[in-house]
């Protein structure tokens, strides 16, 4: 129901737009986020978004690089991100959750991540 693509091998200080494709229910009722996972790390809250009404929230380290995006029409979620840094590097998951609670425990779909490369 949630399907994440737009990863890929990039430098530091490039661009990557991820998107997350919602299909066999409506989100707009939900709270929709990005996550990413590092290896050997827990994963973490990135950015996340409500639907409707477009309030948006970020992790410090990526507050002004990314931006998490709807587009309602074609049920997309989007995170622009730029200025990337090694540090970056991870999978990205999209998830939706009925709780403004942006922890892994919280949410109620996932999709697949998409891998997120950034050199040095």
């Known amino acids: 129901q949630l399907q994440a693509s737009g990863g890929g091998l990039v430098q530091a200080g490039d661009s990557l737009r991820l998107s997350c494709a919602a299909s066999g229910r409506t989100f707009s009722s939900y709270n929709m986020a990005w996550f990413r996972q590092a290896p050997g790390k827990e994963r973490e809250f990135v950015a996340g978004i409500k639907w409707s009404g477009g309030s948006t929230y970020y992790q410090g380290s990526v507050k002004g690089r990314f931006t998490i995006s709807t587009d309602n029409v074609k049920n997309m979620l989007y995170l622009q991100m730029n200025s990337l840094k090694p540090e970056d590097t991870a999978v990205y998951y999209c998830?939706?959750?009925?709780?403004?609670?942006?922890?892994?425990?919280?949410?109620?779909?996932w999709g697949k991540g998409t891998q997120v490369t950034v050199s040095s």
């Open positions: 998830a939706a959750s009925v709780a403004t609670v942006w922890h892994p425990s919280y949410m109620d779909y």
